[in-house]
């Protein structure tokens, strides 16, 4: 079953894409769980962090598809899960028709070249002792791949790309900024013509000011040379602005997923409701005169989440139904096709609006209570 | 160099206003600013030469209000919050003007008395709740200790206190709570327990440095209200230093901004936010993108990257990356650094005319903000 990438002798280095209507990137009943050690003196139970828990996500050749959520939604871990730095705990993986995933690394060499990773922190992901050539050439050197005029004409290339200097060849990262460090990162993801890239949290880091051009820069590449992207972040206004399709994810479920103007004009889900209605706006006026929603407490410990939906504990709208039955993510009349929602209640922002006027003291005193603790009991 | 003799601040209408307020002594009426700063600068020694990290900062934070200042990093905002309170090293650290707070200089303050202020009058919430808890007491330990330092409770009041704050800033089940330790707590009740710690003795000034920047933007929202909700209360006086145009629009009555140790742009939130008139202020905002804007409009980022405070450039330090330098002509830019001139509170450190910022501002910036 999971043999099958040997099926297809050698997709390295110029793969055709598939028939058309395939996605690049498919992704079904993903699970990804973490075994950590639990209280109790005496007899320690093992208990799993339920990181990823059961996520569909289909990415089409040259798409962008946005995953956002709060920290610890799993957002991350699926990022690495999709490009196998991580094993998955169930579900499978198909990149370009192939199954991968439990590839072994013999398996997914050829993959790897076309799955790429940016990651959050440029200090941290680059290493201080390399310069940039090296650590932009290091892709090729593992791969084995000798372009035409030589890697260093290939690094050179890049490092222009990315809008850095390319006499900067034989500099070390220490010796550039927070934004010029993360195109050094790009330049690497780029060196070996990746058909796909997840960049987690690619921005986050970055003044605002720097935070736009890299933004663009992500953009023109997607733009110019038809990658698609996995663009994982926590700020929903760049998200809406890098991916056409944006998945929103809590405690390691796909809430609400659809076209970025539909789900940004037309949230149904009551958690993207509260996670909309949280980002500050610059316009004093528009901040002003939005609907609030609001969050109460924190998330839930993902070791323990609550049973049915998920976000019932925190959620205006929760019945007795949500919390013994799971919401399946599924399509609504009245909505676009491709925009699914998973809650037995879904509606437009205005109704979960209402329902939180007439909520409860006691639920919302049970709803900080829930997400006090961090602690795994 | 020579240009950094020169001031950037607000010398004729700071002046004035210390005029003005010689004459009432400072606080009685409530209104009068509270927090004064003219003219501050703080500069560092390294092995590399002086970092020049505050160079010429002035403002004032009013009872009631709160005074935003954005800017990105090492733009001197943390630096000048920290210097308020006298947290900077002594030894490593050049400081000159003033910081008057209820009639008194801080700068010159000695240590001892320093103390009695912190924590009592003014105090600080800090961006990362986790590091500035201790993890050996208990979170209710933590909230009781400055009380009972600065207000000579005893245990059992102290104690009392520590719950009642608790449950002043949303913590449920405060009584079994405040023996947790913070490490029982997630973030965003840390950061509540942090509000808790700062608010225990009914400070006048509040300095929040980034306070929601580690937390997720649900749990922000409810810090931001409990915030509001607190300076409504207690009618505190927060001085309130974010990074983010966003939560300045939520939180901040007036806004500074900072570029490389300066002000370069002040005023109310409105002002500032939808009728900027800085070139960096048009720069920051039409590089954030936003929930209801065009998509297809690529956002305008800054070009170029912040100076380096070792070496700022000569004259505007903002000149090397902005885009209207040209239209003051000559070398102005380049060589004469502008001044912040206020008046009614609000101003630019700009060589743009008044027209030209008008005119730009509405021709090239505003069909960019959505």
């Known amino acids: 079953m999971t043999e099958t990438i040997s099926e297809t002798p050698a997709p390295a280095p110029d793969p055709a894409p598939k028939s058309p209507g395939e996605p690049l990137l498919d992704v079904r009943g993903l699970v990804k769980y973490f075994p950590v050690k639990g209280g109790g003196l005496v007899r320690r139970k093992m208990l799993n962090v339920r990181a990823v828990d059961g996520i569909d996500l289909s990415v089409a050749a040259g798409e962008s598809v946005g995953l956002v959520g709060e920290s610890g939604c799993g957002k991350s871990t699926t990022g690495r899960l999709i490009s196998r730095l991580l094993e998955p705990t169930g579900g499978t993986i198909h990149y370009d028709g192939n199954d991968i995933t439990h590839a072994t690394r013999k398996q997914i060499a050829p993959i790897r070249s076309q799955i790429q990773m940016i990651f959050q922190d440029p200090y941290s992901s680059l290493n201080p002792r390399q310069t940039v050539g090296t650590i932009v050439s290091s892709p090729m050197e593992v791969n084995g791949i000798d372009p035409e005029g030589g890697r260093k004409k290939r690094v050179q290339e890049l490092l222009e790309r990315v809008g850095l200097n390319p006499e900067h060849y034989n500099r070390f990262p220490h010796e550039f900024s927070g934004g010029q460090r993360q195109r050094i990162g790009i330049a690497r993801a780029l060196a070996l013509q990746p058909r796909l890239i997840v960049a987690d949290e690619p921005v986050s880091a970055l003044d605002v000011s720097i935070q736009a051009q890299v933004v663009n820069l992500l953009q023109g590449l997607q733009r110019d040379m038809g990658i698609a992207f996995v663009f994982i972040a926590h700020d929903l206004a760049v998200v809406r602005h890098f991916s056409q399709r944006v998945a929103v994810m809590y405690l390691g479920k796909i809430v609400e997923i659809a076209d970025r103007t539909s789900l940004y004009a037309n949230p149904h889900h009551p958690y993207t409701h509260t996670l909309l209605a949280a980002v500050p706006e610059t316009d004093p006026d528009k901040s002003g005169n939005r609907t609030r929603v609001h969050a109460f407490g924190d998330m839930p410990s993902p070791i323990n989440p609550p049973s049915g939906c998920r976000f019932r504990t925190r959620c205006p709208k929760a019945q007795d139904v949500c919390a013994n039955e799971e919401p399946p993510l599924i399509g609504i009349d009245t909505l676009l096709a491709g925009h699914r929602v998973a809650c037995h209640f879904p509606g437009p922002l205005e109704a979960t609006a209402k329902a939180e006027e007439s909520m409860p003291e006691e639920r919302i005193e049970a709803a900080l209570e829930a997400g006090i603790t961090t602690d795994p009991e | ?370």
């Not at chain 2, 700062?198 to 922000?220: F, G, Y």
């Open chain 2, 1 to 370: 160099m020579a240009a950094s003799t020169d001031t950037t601040a607000d010398q004729p209408t700071g002046k004035a206003e210390t005029a003005k307020k010689a004459g009432a002594p400072a606080r009685s009426d409530g209104s009068d600013a509270f927090l004064s700063v003219r003219d501050l600068r703080v500069h560092f020694s390294t092995d590399d030469g002086v970092v020049k990290a505050v160079d010429g900062l002035s403002f004032d934070v009013e009872k009631g209000r709160t005074l935003g200042i954005v800017g990105e990093s090492g733009s001197g905002k943390s630096v000048s919050s920290l210097t308020i309170l006298g947290l900077h090293n002594r030894e490593k650290t050049k400081i000159e003007g003033e910081i008057r707070f209820d009639g008194r200089e801080l700068i010159t303050m000695p240590e001892r008395k320093l103390r009695d202020l912190r924590g009592r009058r003014i105090s600080m919430i800090f961006q990362d709740p986790l590091t500035a808890l201790s993890p050996f007491y208990t979170v209710g330990e933590q909230i009781a200790e400055s009380y009972r330092r600065h207000l000579g409770a005893n245990r059992s009041d102290a104690h009392a206190r520590a719950i009642e704050m608790l449950d002043r800033v949303g913590i449920p089940n405060p009584k079994t709570r405040v023996n947790d330790y913070p490490h029982h707590f997630s973030g965003g009740m840390r950061q509540r327990a942090m509000i808790a710690m700062s608010l225990v003795c009914d400070p006048d000034l509040l300095i929040a440095d980034e306070p929601t920047t580690a937390l997720d933007v649900t749990v922000q929202a409810q810090i931001l209200d409990l915030l509001r909700d607190l300076q409504d209360e207690f009618g505190t006086a927060i001085l309130f230093i974010t990074h983010d145009l966003g939560v300045i629009a939520q939180m901040a009555h007036d806004v500074l901004v900072m570029y490389a140790g300066r002000s370069v742009e002040k005023g109310t939130v409105r002002e500032v936010l939808k009728n900027p008139r800085h070139p960096y202020t048009w720069g920051l905002l039409s590089s954030m993108p936003n929930l209801s804007g065009d998509v297809d409009v690529p956002l305008r980022p800054v070009r170029g990257t912040p100076p380096s405070l070792l070496a700022p450039p000569p004259g505007c330090p903002f000149h090397p990356r902005c885009d209207y330098a040209d239209v003051v002509g000559g070398e102005r830019c380049r060589t004469e650094p502008p001044l912040l001139a206020l008046s009614e509170g609000r101003g630019t450190a700009c060589h743009l005319s008044a027209e030209d910022k008008q005119r730009i501002f509405i021709d090239d910036v505003r069909p960019l903000l959505g």
